[in-house]
């Protein structure tokens, strides 16, 4: 124990001679000051084994930051106090309101301002001191450092503090076992081994990290799992958890006392574990588990819980889809979940909800056989193992009054079963485990796969493990399946664990009955690919859409709207598959967009399982869309834009360039781009040569030193030892919006997918032109279609879209050939009895027919779901006239004699220069700079819309200044070889619109009769 701080000690001196030299040197600023209290409290903390760290950043809610100006942690990494400087000349009282709104902790924390220093404890105010006198800085320094945090009195209290302080027990942990990794031989050596068990039995690819991670959720929680559950013999009994002690006995050691650390838990566990010898039901003591599991991994490790899903399954769900299961057994099978040939696996169990709800429906006469043999479960993270184990052999025991572990219960990989060969899985028995599951012939598969919100990029480095047996087979059949060139979708989680589920039947009898991400169900493309192979391998397909999509529909929200408060659609599968059967029926039922949870949950308990559903049937067509289309099923009787079964308008149909580091290739000027270019050529190709002398180093290792911004082709680029070649003839005129052309760096290293427009407008030939029509059919936007002569960008209307160009070139310029489609001119001269219409024709008449309001509004759910198809209209000339005449506005806008806008001036100078231009509230006008205001824009400006946008509000949201938070590169769109082009553009835009407007407007209301033969 340290001895007692003394007024007369040299620290105390000292901060007082420095406030001295401070008041004699009028410095009062905290800046300067706070360096005194500073080195007061490094110094007296050394003695207690604390040590100040100074502006160590805090989360203390979602999103929200805060820096105290010093904290305090003890050796274990725990934080034991804070202190928080301010000015002599502050308001001291205001200051600490403003800190406590803050959300600043005031567990025990110095406010002071080097005349007064105020102590909080335990959250409110316990003294002031003042400064100027020695006795009372020692006295505040003795009971600061003496302070220890009160034990909680209540379970839910200190269940709350518990996941409060989760995050910083667990980097506690992690900086010990780091420390250990360094100096601890004993340590070094049984990490080393349970690494390898790790990779051979985990991932090969396994990180450092993530082991660490697993010996940190051992120790936080092992001992919840003894005392709670009274399961003294928890480490011993749990056939991983013993194997996982061994290490940790190697962690231990005269710096780090195990016992010790955990001490600091005391006041936790203690509160928790006597709360719950009053809690006799079992249930209520699940609810904490479940707690425990979400709230660990979201608060120490957001990665993992991120790539693997880490959240447990509402009940309403779990009870659905259990009841559901018993009830197609029965139906469909004759059965029931005791039988003997119903082998029921939960691939991703997480807690084990899934389980212990289906032991509940066992016959109770089967139960010992099915547990024992016939029940299966897999988790591959080792806190939700333990819980899974736990709740699993609770559950058995309360209704048997037995206790026997569940041994079919494994820790693994689920998806590593597509290999024949498994390797040593951890222990003997674990491997006996999973050898027991391969043999089984599993019928049944029910579960909540994980799915991967948050990976937005590769360059988060956060990205999902490859199956190279399993990603073969989605090639072989999911993305075989399908006409889009983008499949990447087809490698989420989800979708994976759906092709092993298929697969894992064998062939058998069986269902899969999985909650999902309900994208692959409705979405298009790539998922037309998933449904197609679907609808052939099972016989009978259920889906119930629990929608709660917020990327979508922004109106909704995720925790109201979504049933696990995410921001991605839900849906429930029931997938049957019998051998002898044909293609599958397709049933649907779909929640309106727009209801609540709590009313979807509802909706589940009261329907108890899918024999009381209302199901919809649905006739699969060409596209194999699964949904009930608002719609009508006129739509895939028109002529498909691309080509489908030999027939479509357009060859060759694809999304526009994708570069993946737009804010790298794309610019308003030349020379700046082409400098930026050069210099990010030079970076990759030195990565290169990085790579060339490293090539055995992990690849995540070898990215996280790079500046590069990496993806998943320029990573191949790098592994085939590519260089780039820096060539001016790359850089290409684009359009990158509506409205808004910008220069392109178009090469194929740089770009992740350049797409179709090496066909359309190739390099190889400068004179080659094109004209291209550029959809936007995508779930989060409405329709849009614009018209260039340059190469498009993918997300031309703000999503991903398709392009339909007129002619299709070889890469080198030559062979010119028309892409419409020589069966489509066939169909149009039929239709129309008349041999002179031509392909030109026809290209206009599909943009026209593409503007027409009565068509856009009719197929509006249809166009966000697929690409166009497109109906005769009766009077074909008509559209194909007026809109070439359009496609020649939307393609020489900039040669428009703008709109007449009233320009509105001040007495400052006139100047033409945007940063940020902003409309009026009734937008009847549109602030330029401080000098310059466009007034007299038209109301009908706004009805020329463009997706999500109207063609105005695309030119205002692209021509501003901005800089990309990533990388620091500044996009500035005005030009100074034209100060005004801006502004006259507003202008052309205007006047676009307008005419747009007039030009659709004036379309014939009729644009579709029945289709010829
Ligand atoms: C959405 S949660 C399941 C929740 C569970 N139904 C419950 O209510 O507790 C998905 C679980 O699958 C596990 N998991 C993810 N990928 C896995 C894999 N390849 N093999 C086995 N388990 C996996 C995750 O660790 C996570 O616990």
């Known amino acids: 124990m340290a001895t007692k701080i003394k007024a007369e000690s040299a620290p105390i001196r000292e901060y007082l001679a420095a406030l001295q030299r401070y008041a004699d040197h009028e410095a009062t600023h905290e800046g300067a000051t706070e360096t005194a209290f500073s080195n007061l409290l490094a110094a007296t903390a050394k003695p207690h084994g604390w040590m100040l760290i100074p502006k160590k950043p805090k989360t203390v809610a979602k999103k929200v930051r805060i820096v105290p100006d010093g904290t305090l942690l003890d050796v274990f990494k725990l934080a034991r106090g804070y202190w928080e400087a301010k000015d002599t000349d502050d308001d001291l009282d205001a200051e600490i309101r403003k800190k406590i709104e803050k959300k600043y902790p005031l567990t025990n924390t110095i406010f002071e301002d080097t005349r007064t220093a105020v102590l909080y404890q335990n959250g409110t105010e316990c003294q002031r001191y003042d400064l100027r006198k020695p006795g009372e800085v020692a006295d505040l320094l003795n009971r600061f450092y003496d302070y220890t945090e009160p034990d909680y009195l209540g379970f839910d209290e200190a269940i709350g503090e518990f996941k409060v302080r989760m995050p910083e027990l667990g980097a506690g942990l992690a900086a010990t076992i780091a420390e250990a990794h360094k100096k601890n031989k004993k340590f070094q050596t049984a990490f080393a081994e349970f690494f390898e068990l790790c990779q051979t039995a985990l991932n090969p690819d396994i990180r450092q990290e993530t082991v660490d991670e697993m010996l940190v959720q051992h120790l936080l929680t092992e001992r919840l799992f003894r005392t709670i559950f009274h399961d003294d013999e928890f480490t011993r009994r749990n056939v991983i958890a013993a194997e996982v002690e061994k290490v940790i006995d190697a962690l231990v050691s005269s710096s780090f006392s195990k016992k010790e650390f955990l001490k600091r838990l005391d006041r936790f566990y203690i509160a928790i574990e006597q709360a719950a010898e009053t809690i006799d039901d079992f249930k209520d003591k699940q609810d904490f588990l479940n707690t425990l599991y979400e709230r660990f991994f979201q608060g120490y490790c957001v990665k993992t819980a991120d790539t693997h899903g880490i959240v447990y399954t509402p009940q309403p769900i779990v009870d659905f889809m259990c009841a559901s299961v018993e009830e197609v057994l029965k139906t469909e099978f004759g059965l029931t979940l005791g039988s003997q040939q119903v082998k029921i696996l939960d691939p991703c169990t997480g807690t084990g909800n899934f389980v212990v709800n289906l032991l509940r429906r066992v016959p109770k006469e089967d139960l010992p056989a099915v547990y024992a043999n016939r029940l299966f479960a897999n988790e591959v993270m080792l806190l939700p193992y333990y819980i899974a184990a736990l709740n699993i052999e609770r559950a058995y025991f309360d209704i048997t009054g037995e206790y026997k572990p569940f041994e079919g219960l494994c820790f693994v990989d689920s998806l590593d079963f597509v290999h024949d060969a498994q390797p040593s899985l951890f222990t003997k028995l674990n491997t006996a485990r999973v050898e027991r599951q391969k043999q089984a012939a599993i019928t049944v598969i029910i579960g909540n796969p994980p799915y991967n919100a948050n990976q937005e990029n590769e360059g988060d480095n956060n990205p999902n493990r490859e199956y190279p047996i399993l990603d073969d087979r989605i090639r072989a059949t999911y993305a075989k399946g399908t006409k889009a060139t983008l499949k990447n979708k087809l490698y989420d989680p989800y ?109 589940l308990n009261k329907t108890i399982g899918y024999q009381n559903v209302r199901w919809k049937s649905v006739r699969a067509n060409v596209r194999h869309d699964w949904v009930v289309l608002s719609g009508d099923g006129a739509f895939y009787s028109f002529l498909p834009m691309d080509v489908i079964d030999k027939r479509g308008l357009f060859a060759r149909a694809s999304t526009g360039a994708k570069s993946n580091r737009d804010e790298i290739v794309y610019g308003f000027q030349r020379d700046p781009l082409a400098e930026r270019i050069e210099d990010h050529i030079e970076l990759y190709n030195r990565d290169v040569d990085r790579f060339k002398r490293a090539p055995a180093s992990s690849l995540a290792a070898f990215l996280s030193k790079s500046k590069v911004k990496w993806s998943s082709t320029l990573k191949l680029n790098l592994k085939r030892l590519r260089y780039a070649v820096y060539d001016t003839g790359d850089l290409r005129h684009s359009l990158y919006r509506p409205f808004t052309k910008m220069w392109l760096y178009y090469d194929s290293v740089l770009n992740d997918r350049p797409g179709l427009f090496r066909y359309a407008l190739p390099v190889g030939n400068p004179d080659a032109t094109n004209l291209t029509i550029c959809c936007t059919n995508h779930s989060q936007s409405a329709f849009g279609a614009v018209v260039t002569d340059l190469i498009a960008n993918e997300a031309i209307g703000g999503r991903a879209g398709t392009c339909f160009p007129f002619y299709i070139y070889d890469t080198d310029g030559s062979n010119r050939r028309e892409n419409i489609t020589d069966w489509s001119l066939k169909q149009f001269r039929k239709q129309y009895a008349d041999k002179k219409i031509t392909k030109w024709d026809i290209f206009y008449y599909v943009y026209g027919v593409l503007h027409h309001p009565g068509y856009r509004s009719k197929f509006a759910d249809n166009l966000k779901k697929s690409l166009p198809r497109i109906p005769f209209a009766p009077d074909f000339r008509a559209f194909a006239t007026a809109c070439k005449d359009l496609a020649g506005l939307h393609l020489d806008y900039e040669k428009l004699e703008p709109h007449p806008l009233q320009f509105v001036t001040n007495d400052k100078p006139l100047s033409y220069r945007v940063e940020k231009m902003k409309l009026s509230k009734d937008t009847a006008s549109l602030r330029v700079n401080d000098s310059l205001t466009l007034a007299g824009i038209p109301p009908e400006v706004y009805e020329y819309r463009l997706g999500n946008r109207s063609a105005l509000h695309w030119i205002i949201d692209q021509y501003q200044v901005s800089e990309d938070k990533r990388s620091g590169i500044v996009s500035d769109p005005n030009r100074e070889d034209d100060p005004e082009y801006i502004v006259r553009l507003v202008g052309q835009v205007v006047k676009v619109s307008l005419e747009t407007v007039r030009i659709v407007k004036a379309l014939p209301a009729e644009y579709t009769i029945p289709m010829a033969e």
């Open 495 to 603: 979708i994976k664990f759906l092709r092993w589920a298929t697969d894992r039947l064998k062939g058998e009898d069986g269902l899969v009955c999985f909650v999902t991400n309900h994208s692959f169900a409705i979405d298009d493309p790539p998922f037309d690919g998933v449904r197609k192979a679907l609808e052939s391998e099972f016989c009978k397909i259920y889906f119930v859409d629990l929608n709660g999509n917020v990327r979508r529909n922004q109106k909704l929200s995720g925790t109201t709207h979504n049933v696990f408060g995410i921001q991605t659609g839900v849906g429930i599968s029931i997938l049957i598959k019998k051998r002898k059967s044909g293609r599958a029926n397709v049933h649907l039922h779909v929640l309106p967009e727009n209801s609540r949870k709590e009313e979807k949950y509802a909706w």
